[in-house]
């Protein structure tokens, strides 16, 4: 990472922006990848699955187009290493952790803005548990999991970070590729009927995941321009730093540039639309009348914490969070974020048998 830069208006402006859009259509939409992927076996519902799934077709056509064409800088699209061992077992954590959250890093990030307390209480242990993870003693943990390192290729030629394409022929494949996923996810979206009225109040499915792939691609652009470099939405290491900007004055990130906001704070562009997703929530409940101080039982806080730490240990080891892998991760075909998303989804249908199907047989 270079040194710290100045920030400008348009950095913070933008960073915000980007998490106002992303917390007001997750709250219009009722959008949480926890409920995506567990409605699926608890209730047979595939409806904000299918939103996932649309959001996801947008974003990696809108955003390999724009890197083709130049607009994702000189590096392109920001595929991670495939650390194969922690794309694995921090997946699998991460998702069993969102279950007992109650909701995955995005999910519990904008219902603080509806007035749960145990959104805010999961935040705390979510963010508490990554900065461990991270920088604090858990470190090694990560560090050895993430030691187990695959690439596709061998000597000069071997690719560290592959894409889907990279195991069927290399960058020539690429929009073949794209055409086979898009003539996948095509008729499972068209199944769902996404041109269907919509609920009285918020958005239907479709206009969610429309907007949320929208926002997805703007946001990867705009973290190129403004930040520095292509990092889209994540909800796990932004979290990380919003939470040291707002304690330390410091996000104290080694491989994202960092800015100097005029001496209140040095932080990424990244931390900002953290603090952007519950404004822009707020401002959905609060147009929606839906804003309510709810506090739960002292036994489900408990659980809700517990679940916050193992998400972070989880998001931590595995590079991202379900909007990192499953959106971000994924629109670029990064096979690691392909690998830690099938894990994430496992580790929460394994949470859902357990917490509440199984128990609804005995």
């Known amino acids: 990472m270079e040194g710290i830069q100045q920030a400008s208006i348009m950095v913070l402006f933008s960073g915000l922006m980007v998490g106002v859009l992303f917390g007001f259509v997750l709250q219009r939409g009722r959008y949480c990848m926890n409920s995506a992927f ?8 595939f409806t904000l699955f299918r939103s996932y799934l649309l959001a996801l077709l947008i974003a990696i056509i809108g955003t390999n187009f724009l890197e083709d064409i130049g607009l994702m800088g000189g590096s392109g699209l920001r595929r991670q290493s495939f650390n194969i ?5 921090g997946g699998y954590i991460f998702g069993l952790g969102i279950v007992m959250a109650g909701g995955c890093g995005s999910g519990i ?3 603080m803005a509806e007035g749960y307390v145990s959104a805010f209480v999961a935040t705390l242990g979510f963010a508490s548990s990554l900065i461990a993870t991270i920088h604090g003693p858990i470190k090694p ?16 030629d071997a690719i ?9 022929g290399g960058q020539s494949m690429k929009w073949i ?21 919509g609920p009285k109040k918020g958005y239907s499915w479709s206009l969610t995941g429309l907007l949320l ?3 997805l691609i703007f946001a990867l652009w705009a973290s190129n321009y403004w930040g520095g470099q292509t990092r889209g939405l994540s909800a796990a290491g932004p979290t ?8 330390m004055g410091d996000s104290m990130s080694k491989f994202d540039p960092m800015f100097d906001f005029w001496g209140i704070f040095k932080g990424t562009w990244s931390a900002l639309y953290i603090f952007g997703i519950p404004l822009g929530a707020y401002l959905s409940a609060r147009g929606l009348g839906e804003f309510k101080l709810q506090a739960p039982p002292a036994s489900e806080i408990t659980r809700v914490f517990g679940g916050s730490l193992i998400m972070g240990f989880g998001a931590a080891t595995a590079g991202g969070c379900t909007v990192g892998h499953a959106l971000t991760g994924i629109s670029s075909l990064a096979l690691s974020s392909i690998v830690a998303t099938i894990f994430m989804v496992l580790g929460n249908w394994t949470m859902v048998y357990f917490m509440f199907i199984k128990p609804m047989k005995d």
Not at 143 to 155: H, P, R, Y
Not at 160 to 168: E, M, R, T, Y
Not at 240 to 247: G, V
Request: proline content about 4%.
């Open 160 to 168: 560290s970070n592959p894409a889907l394409w990279d195991l069927f």
């Open 213 to 215: 792939g929208f926002i």
């Open 85 to 89: 061992v922690a794309n694995i077992i």
């Open 141 to 156: 943990v990560m560090q050895f999991l993430k030691s187990f390192k695959v690439s596709i290729g061998s000597g000069e």
């Open 240 to 247: 990380a730093e919003a939470f040291l900007a707002l304690t």
């Open 38 to 45: 567990r409605d699926i076996i608890f209730v047979n519902d």
């Open 109 to 111: 990030v904008y219902r």
């Open 177 to 197: 590729a794209i055409a086979v996923i898009a003539a996948i996810i095509i008729p499972v979206v068209l199944k769902g009927k996404p041109f269907a009225k």
